[in-house]
């Protein structure tokens, strides 16, 4: 059973654009949820995190928004760059444990 | 600081064979994680550690093996290794507790076939 769902699993977004990633989750317990972003061949590295008791986060081009009544979380990342493109990874924690989503292999155009 | 290395790079296995991943790290992190990464499921938690000589299971622990005698090391022993144990393997290691960064290591690759 997936804790976390992602969608969508591939997106490809013109450079210059806003490329937007979702993820939903059920149990209401999880207290920290990062994103990750992988490249091909490295392991996941850190992107952004928030916790359910902030609304949005946003670092520079990389934006979470968190809607904790609809259990969704979202990352926005404006002004898409071909250098963005990787994969992305919603997660969800309970203390030491940790959910990830299925992943989005995001592609950005030039 | 090398941060978080991980050998073998790859490895086949044959059904029934033993074999133990090696992680390290030199950041000085007390918690410490074992995943896999099958294509299209995202990660998955196999087991993790808050310190030397504490380890607890994570979402798919069966098959595997964990020990942590030192702050720096932290292996993964697979003890009969089954087809269903190919996939990519990461170790992270973090400073704090779950709300704190992971840091992982570039992976390991194994197939059993």
Same mark, same amino acid.
């Given at each position: 059973?997936?804790?976390?769902?992602?969608?969508?699993?591939?997106?490809?977004? /013109?450079?210059?654009?806003?490329?937007?990633?979702?993820?939903?989750? &059920?149990?209401?317990?999880?207290? %920290?949820?990062?994103? %990750?972003? /992988?490249?091909?061949?490295?392991?996941?590295?850190?992107?952004?995190?928030? +916790?359910?008791?902030? #609304? &949005?986060?946003? &670092?520079? +081009?990389?934006?979470? #928004?968190?809607?904790? #009544?609809?259990?969704?979380?979202?990352?926005?990342?404006?002004? #898409?760059?071909?250098?963005?493109?990787?994969? %992305?990874?919603?997660?969800?924690?309970?203390?030491?444990?940790? %959910?990830?989503?299925?992943?989005?292999?995001?592609?950005?155009?030039? | 600081?090398?941060? @978080?290395?991980?050998?073998?790079?790859?490895?086949?296995?044959?059904?029934?064979?033993?074999?133990?991943?090696?992680?390290?790290?030199?950041?000085?992190?007390?918690? =410490?994680?074992?995943?896999?990464?099958?294509?299209? =499921?995202?990660?998955?938690?196999?087991?993790?550690? @808050?310190?030397?000589?504490?380890?607890?299971?994570?979402? @798919?622990?069966?098959?595997?093996?964990?020990?942590?005698?030192?702050?720096?090391?932290?292996?993964?022993?697979?003890?009969?290794?089954?087809?269903?144990?190919?996939?990519?393997?990461?170790?992270?290691?973090?400073?704090?507790?779950?709300?704190?960064?992971?840091?992982?290591?570039?992976?390991?690759?194994?197939?059993?076939?």
């Amino acid at each position: 059973q997936q804790q976390v769902k992602q969608s969508p699993q591939s997106l490809i977004v /013109q450079k210059g654009g806003i490329s937007i990633i979702n993820c939903a989750y &059920e149990n209401t317990a999880f207290d %920290y949820f990062p994103w %990750y972003q /992988q490249f091909p061949g490295k392991g996941p590295a850190l992107l952004i995190a928030i +916790r359910p008791d902030v #609304s &949005e986060k946003k &670092e520079g +081009r990389f934006t979470i #928004s968190f809607n904790k #009544s609809a259990k969704q979380f979202s990352l926005h990342i404006m002004d #898409s760059q071909p250098g963005d493109s990787a994969t %992305y990874f919603c997660a969800a924690s309970i203390g030491n444990q940790f %959910y990830f989503g299925t992943g989005t292999s995001l592609t950005v155009i030039p | 600081n090398a941060g @978080v290395t991980q050998t073998p790079k790859f490895r086949i296995l044959k059904i029934g064979q033993s074999m133990t991943l090696q992680c390290t790290q030199d950041m000085n992190h007390n918690y =410490m994680y074992w995943y896999r990464q099958d294509p299209g =499921m995202g990660l998955k938690l196999i087991y993790y550690s @808050v310190g030397a000589g504490i380890t607890d299971k994570g979402e @798919v622990p069966n098959g595997y093996n964990v020990s942590r005698s030192t702050t720096e090391d932290f292996p993964l022993r697979l003890e009969l290794a089954a087809p269903s144990q190919t996939s990519v393997y990461f170790c992270a290691s973090s400073r704090t507790s779950g709300r704190s960064e992971q840091f992982f290591g570039p992976g390991t690759r194994l197939t059993v076939l």
